[in-house]
């Protein structure tokens, strides 16, 4: 047969009685969480007894003041530990990523800047040289080219290039 659908009854009682149960762990719990805690400061925190006369009190501060200093130590030292293992964690973590292959490439913005501003960006204040590019190309006197074509004569010229002779010389020299 089908199992059998249990009765709304029941099943609240049942309800309640884990309820309970769960309330009564929960109780347990917390009291054993209390007494550790008391056990724990029983035994790292001595009860406080203020001395009376100003010697003593100033023996229990410095004694405090040792105390703190060594806490604080093992505090930073325990930092830089935890902040080391973080940096290999993370370096680890890439190098996973890496052999796996997939890799997500960051999407890159578009970025307007001169080539004078990014050459003081990759190479700080220290480079100052201009990416002016005209400065750097050589000059064309076009004066000169124009002074020799005027002190050279025009009757030679025509004279050079009269006939078969002249013509040769012509695609000769264009060319």
């Known amino acids: 047969m089908a199992e ?9 009682h049942l309800k309640s009685l884990l309820l309970q ?7 347990q719990e917390a009291q054993e969480a209390e007494e550790e805690k008391r056990r724990y400061m029983e ?3 001595p009860a406080l007894s203020v001395p009376t006369s100003m010697q003593e009190l100033q023996e229990l501060c410095r004694k405090l003041h040792k105390e703190i200093d060594l806490v604080d130590e093992e ?15 993370e370096e680890l973590r890439t190098k996973v990523q890496d052999l796996k292959g997939k890799f997500k490439k960051p999407a890159l913005k578009k970025v307007r800047m001169s080539a004078d ?5 990759l190479l700080g ?7 002016d590019l005209r400065a750097n190309l050589k000059q064309v006197k076009k004066e000169l080219r ?8 025009w009757r030679k010229n025509i004279e050079d290039k009269a006939g078969m002779d002249g013509r040769k010389k012509m695609f000769e020299t264009d060319a």
């Open 4 to 12: 059998r659908k249990m009765s709304s009854s029941r099943r609240n």
């Open 21 to 27: 149960v769960g309330q009564a762990l929960l109780e």
């Open 75 to 89: 505090r930073y030292d325990t930092d830089i530990k935890v902040s080391k293992s973080s940096k290999e964690i």
């Open 43 to 45: 035994e790292n925190c």
């Open 125 to 131: 204040s220290k480079h100052k040289v201009s990416m």
């Open 146 to 153: 124009e002074e020799e074509k005027q002190t050279a004569d």
């Open 117 to 121: 501003a990014m050459l003081a960006a």
